[in-house]
């Protein structure tokens, strides 16, 4: 019998995960209760006995011991020329069945990856092949394979496709923009009935001149941008027509008749080809997994950028974990959060435990881009949205008047490069909420190509102009923000989602909350200060809402 106790703490030689403890509950029951009925007990069988009434108890202390007794492993000081901090070390070391390792801006969550998958093979000795490393676009699946080596690196796309690799599925190269444009230039065109709906639907009077107002009109625009997100949406949920039926019961029935129509035409014509778009090829790729129950080789899954997740992509992940019996490591940020309007779902990411199952959290809080004077100002920020994990970031880095406010006036941006410049800052960022915000402050002096801005004044010094959505993920010496204006292309944006979108979506989407966490990304860019470019009226509520609360770090400089 001591034999079986000693085989017992014999066990505890690695992490042990949620699996591991439901094994040893099972294995060792028996001999909890030999041992209980045993009248006279040495020490080591009360030991036992005690050890295995609080198995969860023991296994969570045992666990922070082990990852205590390998912090200092001599593979983390060396994580790509860096030595990474405890808490990435933590990361790293904890091997639940499913982690969530939640990193706050700049908190190093990409060398975080690498050093979990460096620890895997060299620690773990687990194969190469039996690793799964998830990003969600080809720029950072490239990126994250010049840190790692001989790991498979893939888009979820990529992913579908390779499980679909044995079907004769052709990507389709159909526009669903142009299946758009066919439809209301030419299929209905000499239709009355159909006509009637559509201008019904815009309030146009009914003729076939207004017809061809419609149809070079911004309503035209906005018709064509509901019925694609609304079609993505549906798709990316993987939704039956039933739900379409549902919506259309009590809401706007000539709309949803005519997104019928075009989704049906759009599936004939992918059909006609023997082709799939990237949504279908999600959906069969799941389904293939469920279907024929395929075994692929992984034992880890990593996930980068979980919080921009969608139902479709979760539906992939769970399939194949539930097949291949593969632990999950997500990475992500909900503070940064901002692709809702194509689908992805932070629920997933805030209630990650309700979908996965047992999960350990972990947090990455220190930053190594931001000063503490940011981090204090955006989290302030962040946070007074509901739906936000509570973090506390930390930095080293410590910046007086990290804000600097600047009203605009005639060629204020030329002005202020060459303020910025004089700092010594040869590296900015100009972000716009919108694609065209930066036409208004170019002037003469500058050209904007790939957005590239070239000075001619002043060659030396590097301009990039992006979108907040383009920036996310990346980081300059010194940023711009420009357009924060308080009107409907402002920032915040007051392009409110058509309501039939509403309806479509399982969970509530609130713009606002959304723009705010666009905001937040947009502010966290910058290794030093920050410029925030306003009118002198109709100001955006997010910049008066930050020199309300935060008067001792902002500066107006002109």
Same mark, same amino acid.
């Given at each position: 019998?001591?034999? =079986?106790?000693?085989?017992?703490?014999?066990?505890? +030689?690695?992490?042990?995960?949620?699996?591991?403890?439901?094994?040893?509950? @099972?294995?060792? =029951?028996?001999?909890?209760?030999?041992?209980?009925?045993?009248?006279?007990?040495?020490?080591?069988?009360?030991?036992?006995?005690?050890? $295995?009434?609080?198995?969860?108890?023991?296994?969570?202390?045992?666990?922070?011991?082990?990852?205590?007794?390998?912090?200092?492993?001599?593979?983390?000081? +060396?994580?790509?020329? /860096?030595? /990474?901090?405890?808490?990435?070390?933590?990361?790293?070391?904890?091997?639940?069945?499913?982690?969530?390792?939640?990193?706050?801006?700049?908190?190093?969550?990409?060398?975080?990856?690498?050093?979990?998958?460096?620890?895997?093979?060299?620690?773990?000795?687990?194969?190469?092949? =039996?690793?799964?490393?998830?990003?969600?676009?080809?720029?950072?699946?490239?990126?994250?394979?010049?840190?790692?080596?001989?790991?498979?690196?893939?888009?979820?796309?990529?992913?579908?496709?390779?499980?679909?690799?044995?079907?004769?599925?052709?990507?389709?190269?159909?526009?669903?923009?142009?299946?758009?444009?066919?439809?209301?230039?030419?299929?209905?065109?000499? +239709?009355?009935?159909?006509?009637?709906?559509?201008?019904?639907?815009?309030?146009?009077?009914?003729?076939?001149?207004?017809?061809?107002?419609?149809?070079?009109?911004?309503?035209?625009?906005?018709?064509?941008? /509901?019925?694609? #997100?609304?079609?993505?949406?549906?798709?990316?949920?993987?939704? %039956?027509?039933?739900?379409?039926?549902?919506?259309?019961?009590?809401?706007?029935?000539?709309? &949803?008749?005519?997104?019928?129509?075009?989704?049906?035409?759009?599936?004939?014509?992918?059909? %006609?080809?023997?082709?799939?778009?990237?949504?279908?090829?999600?959906?069969?790729?799941?389904?293939?997994?469920?279907?024929?129950?395929?075994?692929?080789?992984?034992?880890?899954?990593?996930?980068?950028?979980?919080?921009? #997740?969608?139902? =479709?992509?979760?539906?992939?992940?769970?399939?194949?974990?539930?097949?291949?019996?593969?632990?999950?490591?997500?990475?992500?940020?909900?503070?940064?959060?901002?692709?809702?309007?194509?689908?992805?779902?932070?629920?997933?990411?805030?209630?990650?435990?309700? $979908?996965?199952?047992?999960?350990?959290?972990?947090?990455?809080?220190?930053?190594?881009?931001? %000063?503490? @004077?940011?981090?204090?100002?955006?989290?302030?920020?962040?946070?007074?949205?509901?739906?936000?994990?509570?973090?506390?970031?930390?930095?080293?880095?410590?910046?007086?008047?990290?804000?600097?406010?600047?009203?605009?006036?005639?060629?204020?941006?030329?002005?202020?490069?060459?303020?910025?410049?004089?700092?010594?800052?040869?590296?900015?960022?100009?972000?716009?909420?919108?694609?065209?915000?930066?036409?208004?402050?170019?002037?003469?002096?500058? #050209?904007?190509?790939?957005?590239?801005?070239?000075?001619?004044?002043?060659?030396?010094?590097?301009?990039?102009?992006?979108?907040?959505?383009?920036?996310?993920?990346?980081?300059?010496?010194?940023?711009?923000?420009?357009?924060?204006?308080?009107?409907?292309?402002?920032?915040?944006?007051?392009?409110?989602?058509?309501?039939?979108?509403? &309806? &479509?979506?399982?969970?509530?989407?609130?713009?606002?909350?959304?723009?705010?966490?666009?905001?937040?990304?947009?502010?966290?860019?910058?290794?030093?200060?920050?410029?925030?470019? /306003?009118?002198?009226?109709?100001? %955006?509520?997010?910049?008066?809402?930050?020199?309300?609360?935060?008067?001792?770090?902002?500066?107006?400089?002109?």
């Amino acid at each position: 019998m001591q034999n =079986q106790i000693n085989n017992f703490y014999l066990e505890f +030689n690695e992490y042990i995960d949620y699996n591991k403890k439901q094994y040893l509950k @099972e294995k060792y =029951q028996y001999l909890y209760k030999i041992n209980k009925k045993i009248i006279f007990k040495n020490r080591n069988q009360r030991k036992f006995i005690r050890n $295995y009434k609080h198995l969860d108890g023991y296994i969570d202390k045992y666990n922070k011991k082990y990852i205590a007794n390998n912090l200092k492993l001599e593979i983390f000081d +060396n994580i790509n020329g /860096i030595s /990474i901090d405890n808490n990435q070390r933590k990361a790293v070391l904890t091997d639940e069945i499913n982690n969530l390792i939640i990193a706050g801006a700049g908190s190093g969550k990409t060398l975080t990856i690498v050093a979990k998958i460096k620890y895997l093979t060299d620690i773990k000795k687990i194969d190469n092949k =039996q690793i799964l490393c998830i990003s969600f676009t080809n720029e950072s699946c490239k990126s994250l394979k010049n840190k790692v080596t001989n790991i498979e690196v893939l888009t979820f796309h990529k992913l579908a496709l390779k499980i679909l690799n044995n079907k004769k599925y052709n990507i389709s190269n159909i526009s669903l923009e142009y299946i758009i444009e066919e439809y209301f230039n030419s299929i209905i065109y000499n +239709n009355e009935s159909m006509i009637l709906k559509v201008l019904k639907i815009y309030n146009y009077e009914l003729n076939i001149k207004n017809y061809r107002i419609f149809l070079n009109s911004n309503h035209f625009k906005q018709l064509k941008n /509901i019925i694609i #997100t609304f079609i993505s949406i549906f798709k990316t949920n993987n939704y %039956s027509l039933n739900k379409i039926l549902e919506i259309k019961k009590n809401n706007n029935k000539e709309l &949803l008749s005519i997104i019928i129509d075009i989704y049906f035409l759009y599936e004939q014509e992918l059909e %006609s080809i023997n082709s799939i778009d990237f949504n279908d090829m999600l959906n069969k790729a799941t389904k293939e997994i469920i279907k024929n129950k395929i075994k692929l080789p992984y034992r880890y899954i990593i996930i980068d950028e979980f919080q921009d #997740t969608s139902y =479709q992509r979760y539906k992939l992940i769970k399939s194949i974990i539930e097949n291949n019996k593969a632990k999950l490591i997500v990475v992500g940020d909900d503070w940064q959060s901002i692709y809702s309007f194509t689908g992805c779902n932070l629920e997933l990411f805030i209630n990650f435990e309700k $979908y996965f199952g047992y999960t350990k959290k972990i947090f990455l809080n220190n930053t190594y881009r931001n %000063s503490q @004077e940011l981090i204090d100002i955006a989290s302030k920020f962040i946070l007074k949205n509901k739906k936000q994990l509570k973090k506390k970031l930390k930095s080293n880095k410590h910046i007086k008047k990290i804000i600097k406010i600047v009203y605009e006036e005639e060629n204020i941006l030329e002005n202020l490069i060459v303020y910025i410049s004089k700092q010594g800052i040869k590296n900015i960022l100009i972000l716009g909420r919108n694609n065209n915000d930066i036409n208004k402050y170019l002037n003469k002096n500058f #050209t904007i190509k790939n957005n590239i801005i070239t000075y001619k004044h002043n060659n030396k010094i590097s301009i990039k102009y992006l979108t907040v959505h383009k920036s996310k993920g990346l980081e300059e010496d010194c940023v711009i923000i420009i357009n924060l204006i308080d009107n409907i292309l402002g920032f915040p944006n007051k392009i409110k989602n058509n309501q039939i979108i509403e &309806l &479509l979506n399982d969970y509530k989407i609130d713009n606002l909350e959304e723009e705010r966490r666009l905001f937040y990304v947009a502010l966290t860019r910058t290794k030093s200060y920050i410029y925030l470019v /306003i009118p002198k009226n109709n100001i %955006s509520k997010f910049v008066l809402e930050l020199m309300k609360d935060n008067k001792k770090n902002i500066e107006i400089i002109y």
